[in-house]
């Protein structure tokens, strides 16, 4: 019987790949590089054709939802760096909408928003047509612009001790929890399971799309976001790290993160955000934006019970009982799903169903005039090469 965790030297093809045993006595080269994507922003303006033509049909069914005066924030709805952006949101005066996508799809919805420039969620769009990229520049932009709500989350005694975790926590904890739960909601035989959660809140039109394709767009994301069993240890360690760094500052019975623990600060916010995939607060479980923990693999459950029980995770689920929601909310905003309405929806859904077969046509097409691989499967790519852009990806599919 092999264990998940166990890894093997073997002698491979070069002599020097180390071999992971994933579950199911599943094999994989190790890969030693840390999930740090975050750095690493794809160019839009090379996607291929088809999914060039699914975003100006987002595009053209988009524009009605965005609502006069009211900011429009762009999201995978389950990422915890748009729960981040969407609680800082909540933090602010500004009202908004949310534009849900499934992941995948979104690429097609930032294409237009970001004019081909940002591939990742959350995406900010305010009022007056400015776009903001990335959870960390979202948050401090809401803080400039509400000094009196978001700006207090910076408090000016220990501005700098909030911004630095706040850096740390962005690679440290956001892309370490990405990949471990990403690697296990995307393994094949998850798929299908995780499905109807990974689409929860988007129009159904995106959601049936993203079911006809999700083996593709699993496999493109696997890649990108560099999920693999075999870096599951070490994301693990680094996680332990951290959360012990930050119940060190828990100590002697303060509150909070930073300055003299009595105050909510930007780091808290981040932190509980950040790392609610590893501890499922009840705050998000109610949305189903998630399987609950019975649902979830063995694996990924044992990492959730041994996480919650340790004082950072204890402080995580206390910042979402308690400054979760604020300024008289009880839940998450409902997306604008107007897509799935009247005409819009008619015309979505034709629109949709011919780009899905201009894909899938451009799909057997490459996989007929390339030579028969695999595509970017653990354990196939040279370690020593870039990451593979998503154009690449894509087109290896
Ligand atoms: N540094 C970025 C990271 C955002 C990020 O990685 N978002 C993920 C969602 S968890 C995403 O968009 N993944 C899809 C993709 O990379 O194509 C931020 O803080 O906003």
């Not at 303060?254 to 808290?268: E, N, S, V």
């Not at 997306?335 to 929806?345: E, H, S, T, V």
Request: glycine content about 6%.
């Amino acid at each position: 019987m092999v264990k998940a965790t166990q890894i093997e030297v073997v002698l491979a093809k070069d002599d020097q790949d180390q071999v992971y045993i994933g579950p199911d006595g599943k094999p994989e080269r190790v890969d030693d590089r840390p999930p740090i994507m975050n750095l690493v922003n794809s160019d839009l303006t090379k996607l291929p054709l088809p999914w060039k033509i699914m975003s100006w049909v987002v595009k053209l069914l988009s524009s009605p939802g965005t609502q006069r005066g009211k900011a429009r924030l762009v999201t995978i709805r389950y990422s915890h760096y748009c729960d981040r952006a969407r609680w800082a949101l909540n933090y602010s005066p500004l009202e908004f909408t949310e534009d849900a996508h499934p992941p995948g799809i979104h690429v097609a919805a930032l294409d237009s928003v970001t004019k081909g420039k940002w591939s990742r969620t959350p995406v900010l769009v305010l009022p007056d047509g400015e776009v903001v990229t990335d959870s960390t520049v979202i948050v401090q932009r809401l803080a400039a612009l509400y000094p009196d709500s978001v700006g207090e989350l910076y408090p000016q005694s220990c501005r700098d001790e909030v911004l630095e975790l706040e850096a740390e926590m962005e690679i440290g904890l956001g892309a370490n929890i990405r990949q471990v739960a990403y690697t296990h909601v995307l393994d094949i035989k998850y798929l299908s399971t995780g499905a109807p959660y990974l689409c929860k809140g988007t129009s159904v039109i995106e959601a049936f799309v993203y079911n006809r394709m999700k083996r593709m767009i699993a496999k493109g994301m696997i890649a990108v976001m560099r999920c693999r069993y075999s870096r599951i240890p070490k994301s693990e360690a680094e996680l332990d790290d951290l959360f012990e760094k930050l119940a060190e500052k828990l100590q002697g019975g303060r509150k909070y993160l930073c300055g003299d623990g009595t105050k909510f600060t930007a780091a808290d916010l981040t932190f509980a955000s950040l790392a609610y995939p590893l501890v499922l607060p009840k705050e998000m479980m109610d949305a189903k934006l998630l399987p609950p923990l019975e649902q979830l693999p063995k694996q990924y459950a044992t990492m959730v019970e041994k996480f919650r029980k340790t004082p950072a995770g204890q402080h995580a689920l206390r910042m979402y009982k308690d400054h979760r929601f604020v300024n008289g909310q009880t839940q998450l905003i409902k997306p604008n799903i107007y897509r799935d309405q009247g005409l819009a929806k008619g015309l979505f859904m034709i629109a949709m169903v011919i780009s899905l077969v201009v894909v899938q046509f451009y799909s057997l097409l490459v996989a007929f005039v390339t030579p028969d691989n695999n595509g970017p499967q653990f354990g196939q790519d040279n370690l020593h090469e870039q990451m593979p852009s998503i154009q690449d990806i894509l087109k290896q599919n």
